[in-house]
């Protein structure tokens, strides 16, 4: 795994959106306020391989560079991975609803940055479609150049992961398979946050597998499940993309839902990673 405590995030002030860490012990400081030459946004710290010197620079720098990381409001870490990775039907119960079988290899479809919201923005829903689902998942985060990697190397390579809230037209899907790049790339369908949190804090003592994921909406969990029942580990999402495409700093890798529900304007979205974070958005009727 990479070796940092970090956690990487952006914080609103007015209209704008500054990159931020949260420190295990310290609390949480701006990123200009570490490092004062630094002008980009989450992504550039790992495009620019700043991590290590931002981890010294956090553990040097005065008490007075950090507040309470709860009494700030979120963004998005970041408005525009170079790739962004969703996952189909990785979960087998997930399959099992939709009366689908599990794919023999990876269903992957790719997502553009226009779909990126962040924490507290407004999922919303097009006019058309008449059947929006929302799914409640785990996503990895690259930290450093990837390419044609093995499983059990994968893991070495994530910067972090992150809750995340993956929304589908399904109505348009389901008239045709085909249309799940359309169905998928929606403004508003993709919201990711609050943090990105350091893998080796994320899995403890355990592993990876026993992280547990869920789907909720207006504060009931209606699904849930653990990363040991994806077909397809993320360590293997991570290999196999890998395998076909250069992965790079800050490309996203969403890994599936253990469930997808349908919304409707005037509900509440999360997304709930067990010791990772939860994210949350307000639905609303789009046009």
């Known amino acids: 795994m990479m070796n940092h405590t970090l956690h990487l995030c952006s914080v609103t002030e ?3 959106e500054i990159p931020a860490v949260v420190h295990p012990q310290r609390g949480l ?3 200009r306020d570490l490092m004062s030459s ?3 946004d989450i992504r550039d ?13 956090a553990n040097e720098a005065n008490d ?13 870490p970041y408005r525009h991975p170079r790739m962004l990775w969703g996952i189909g039907l990785n979960y087998v119960e997930h399959a099992s609803d939709l009366s689908e079988g599990v794919p023999e290899e990876p269903a992957s479809f790719i997502k553009g940055d226009h779909t990126i919201i962040g924490p507290g923005e407004d999922i919303p829903i097009p006019s058309q479609s008449e059947r929006t689902t929302v799914e ?3 996503a990895v985060v ?3 150049y990837c390419r044609n990697v093995e499983v ?7 910067a972090g992961v992150v809750p995340v809230l993956d929304q589908t037209a399904e109505d348009i899907l389901q008239r045709n398979p085909r249309f799940l790049t359309r169905s998928k790339n929606f403004p508003g369908f993709f919201s990711f946050g609050p943090r990105i949190v350091p893998l080796a804090e994320a899995v403890g003592d355990g592993m990876l597998a026993d992280m547990e994921v869920s789907t909720v909406v207006n504060g009931e969990v209606l699904r849930t499940n653990t990363v040991a029942h994806m077909r397809y580990s993320p360590e293997y999402l991570i290999s196999f993309h890998s395998k076909v495409m250069p992965l790079f700093p800050g490309d996203i890798i969403s890994t599936g839902t253990p469930g997808a529900i349908h919304i409707k304007p005037g509900d509440v979205a999360e997304a709930r990673v067990a010791r990772v974070g939860v994210l949350t958005n307000p639905v609303t009727q789009g046009t």
């Open 38 to 40: 630094f002008t980009g």
């Open 64 to 76: 007075d560079v950090f507040r309470d990381p709860e009494s700030v409001t979120y963004g998005a």
């Open 29 to 31: 400081a701006l990123v």
């Open 136 to 138: 409640g998942e785990v």
């Open 14 to 16: 007015g209209q704008e």
């Open 152 to 158: 059990e190397e994968a893991l070495d390579y994530v």
């Open 142 to 144: 690259i930290g450093r």
């Open 45 to 57: 710290v790992l495009v620019e391989e700043l991590l290590d010197q931002l981890e010294a620079a």
